[in-house]
C-alpha cells in the first residue's frame, strides 16, 4: 500500500513537472519572448543619444545610424537583398535652399517670394511673355488623360492647379505627383510652371516648410523652374481658367543646389515554408528625425531634437525582429527595412516602392511602426487595424504580452496617410501602422511630438517599450504564417489599387 502510493505521490509530481515545463515552453516558445530590457533600452538610448544630434536626414549622424543598423542586421544573420550591397540602398538627394527674394506677375497679380509665393525648383530666372492654362496638369494613358493635349507650351509658362481633382494623398501631390506635372511642362517646352495651391494645409504652415531649406530627389530637370502660389480663395485658378491664355513675368536667382547621400537599411530573412517563402511581410519603420532646431525658452535650452518615440522606437522593433526572425522564421520571407526620409518628405519609402528588392506584387503586406508618444501602456495603437484582414493576427500579437491594440481614435488626423506606409498602401499593398499606445493626440503626445523633450533618458518607460516590441514582432509573426496572404478589407479606398497589384 505505501508502495502504491509512493508510486502515485512520484506520477503525480512528474505529471505536475511537465505541465509546469509545457506551460514555460509555451510562453517562451517565440525568440521575441524572450526579448532582453536591458538589451534593447541600450539600442533605444544610442539611437536618441544627443550624439546622434537629433538624426536629420542628409547629416554624418544619420549615416552613423544608418551603419549601428546594418550591423546588427549583420549581427542577426540577416542576407542582404539586391540594390542594397552591406544592407544599405543608398538614395541621392539634393539639398536645396530657397531664395530670400523673388517675384511672379500674372495679369494685375504680383506674387512675392516668401510670401504668396515660394520657388520649388529650379535655377535663375528673368522671363516675360504667355502663360499658358493647363487644368491639373496631369498626363496619364492608363486613363486617357492628357491636359497639355493641343497646347503650345513653347517658351511659355505653364499654370495649373494644385494636386488632382478628388486627390486625398496630400503628400502625393506634393511630391511625386508634382514632379510628375514639372517633367511633363519641361518636356513640351514650358519655360516654368506654376502650381495655384488650395490646399488642405494652411498657407502659413505651408510657406515655413517651403521656406527653409530642404531635400530632394536628386533629377536631372533640376534647372526647371516650379513655383507654388498661394490660392485658397481658388481667384487665380479661375481667372486662368476663364483666360486660357495670359501674359506674365517671373524674376528668381533661383535655388542653391548641394548633392546629399542617405541609405534605407535592409535586409531579408528568408521563410521556413517553401510553398509560401516566395510571398514577403515587409515591415518598415523611419529611423531619421528632425535634427537640431534654435533654442527655445532661453540660450541654455535644449536645441536637440532627439526622437526617441519618434521613431527610435520602431526602429528598435525592427532589430528586434531581425534577431527573433533569424532565431526562427515565419512561414512567409520578411523583408525588414529602416527607411530614411521620412520626416522630410517620406524619401525612403518612396525610394524603396520605386526599386523594391523583390517585385512589389510579391510584397503581401507592410507593418509599418511609426509613432509620436504613448499615454496609455496598456495598449497599442494600429492605424489602420480594421482596414485589412490582419485585424486578428495584430490583435493576438499583441495580446500574447498583455496589451490590447486598437484602432486609431484620431481618424480626423488623417494619420494612416501620414507615414510610409502610405506609399505601399497607394501601391495595393495592405499596410497598417503599429504605434505607441494613445488614446487621443493630447497634450501628453504634444509634450513629445517633435520636441526636444523626446529623449530615452532615465523616466522613460523602458518596461512598456520592450512589450512594444515583442508586440510588434509577434504581430508580423503571425501574419507571415497565415494561411492566406491578408488583404483590405472590402471598400476601403485602397482595395481597388490591391486588386490590380495582386490581379485579384
Known amino acids: 500500500m505505501k508502495k502504491t502510493l509512493f508510486h502515485a505521490a512520484m506520477l503525480a ?16 516558445s517565440f525568440p521575441e519572448d524572450r526579448l532582453s530590457q536591458a538589451e ?37 544573420g540577416l542576407a542582404p537583398v539586391q540594390g542594397a550591397p552591406g544592407f544599405l540602398q543608398n538614395i541621392s538627394l539634393t539639398r536645396r535652399t530657397p531664395p530670400a527674394t523673388g517675384q511672379i506677375v500674372l495679369g494685375s497679380d504680383t506674387m512675392r517670394q516668401g510670401k504668396n509665393m515660394m520657388i520649388r525648383n529650379g535655377g535663375a530666372l528673368d522671363w516675360s511673355g504667355e502663360c499658358v492654362f493647363v487644368g491639373y496638369g496631369l498626363v496619364d494613358p492608363d486613363r486617357k488623360i492628357d491636359d497639355f493635349k493641343g497646347l503650345d507650351l513653347k517658351g511659355k509658362l505653364a499654370v495649373a492647379r494644385f494636386g488632382a481633382a478628388a486627390e486625398s494623398d496630400f503628400v ?37 516648410f517651403l521656406g527653409r531649406a530642404g531635400l530632394d530627389f536628386q533629377s536631372g530637370s533640376s534647372d526647371f523652374v516650379h513655383f507654388l502660389v498661394e490660392d485658397t480663395a481658388g481667384a487665380l485658378g479661375a481667372q486662368a481658367e476663364r483666360q486660357k491664355v495670359s501674359a506674365g513675368s517671373i524674376q528668381t536667382p533661383g535655388i542653391r543646389v548641394e548633392i546629399s547621400k542617405t541609405s534605407n537599411v535592409i535586409g531579408l530573412v528568408r521563410g521556413s515554408d517553401p510553398r509560401l517563402r516566395d510571398e514577403y511581410v515587409l515591415l518598415t519603420a523611419h529611423y531619421d528625425h528632425i ?14 531634437y532627439n526622437g526617441a518615440r519618434d521613431n527610435a522606437m520602431g526602429t528598435v522593433a525592427l532589430i528586434a525582429a531581425a534577431h527573433s526572425f533569424s532565431a526562427q522564421p515565419p512561414k512567409r520571407s520578411v523583408l525588414i527595412a529602416a527607411l530614411t526620409g521620412e520626416e522630410v518628405g517620406g524619401f525612403g519609402s518612396r525610394y524603396l516602392a520605386e526599386h523594391p528588392p523583390v517585385p512589389m506584387n510579391r510584397i503581401v503586406f507592410d507593418l509599418n511602426s511609426d509613432g509620436a508618444g504613448f499615454d496609455d501602456t496598456t495598449i497599442v495603437t494600429v492605424v489602420g487595424l480594421e482596414r485589412t484582414t490582419a485585424r486578428d493576427a495584430i490583435i493576438k500579437g499583441a495580446g500574447r504580452y498583455g496589451l490590447v491594440a486598437i484602432k486609431d481614435p484620431v481618424p480626423e488626423q488623417n494619420l494612416f496617410n501620414r507615414s510610409d ?21 493630447g497634450d501628453e503626445i504634444n509634450k513629445y511630438y517633435h520636441t526636444a523633450a523626446d529623449e530615452a533618458g532615465d523616466d522613460f518607460n523602458f518596461s512598456y517599450f520592450v512589450k512594444f516590441c515583442k508586440a510588434y514582432v509577434h504581430a508580423a509573426r503571425i501574419i507571415g504564417d497565415m494561411k492566406e496572404a491578408p488583404f483590405w478589407t472590402p471598400g476601403d479606398s485602397y482595395e481597388k489599387a490591391g486588386r490590380k497589384l495582386y490581379n485579384r
Open 40 to 76: 534593447y533600452a541600450a539600442h533605444l538610448r544610442f539611437l536618441a543619444s544627443d550624439e546622434m544630434r537629433g538624426r536629420m536626414t542628409g547629416s554624418p549622424w544619420l549615416e552613423v545610424a544608418a551603419r549601428y543598423i546594418a550591423e546588427q542586421f549583420r549581427s542577426a
Open 421 to 441: 506606409n502610405t506609399k505601399f498602401a497607394s501601391l495595393g499593398v495592405p499596410a497598417p501602422t503599429f504605434s505607441a499606445g494613445f488614446r487621443a493626440f
Open 172 to 208: 502625393g501631390s506634393l511630391t511625386s505627383l508634382s514632379e510628375k506635372k514639372r517633367q511633363s511642362a519641361a518636356e513640351r517646352g514650358a519655360v516654368a510652371l506654376v502650381e495655384f495651391y488650395r490646399g488642405p494645409r494652411e498657407w502659413r504652415l505651408f510657406l515655413s
Open 13 to 28: 509530481m512528474l505529471i505536475s513537472l511537465a505541465a509546469d515545463g509545457g506551460r514555460a515552453q509555451t510562453k517562451a
Open 291 to 304: 535634427g537640431t532646431r534654435a533654442p527655445r525658452g532661453g540660450a541654455s535650452a535644449d536645441t536637440i
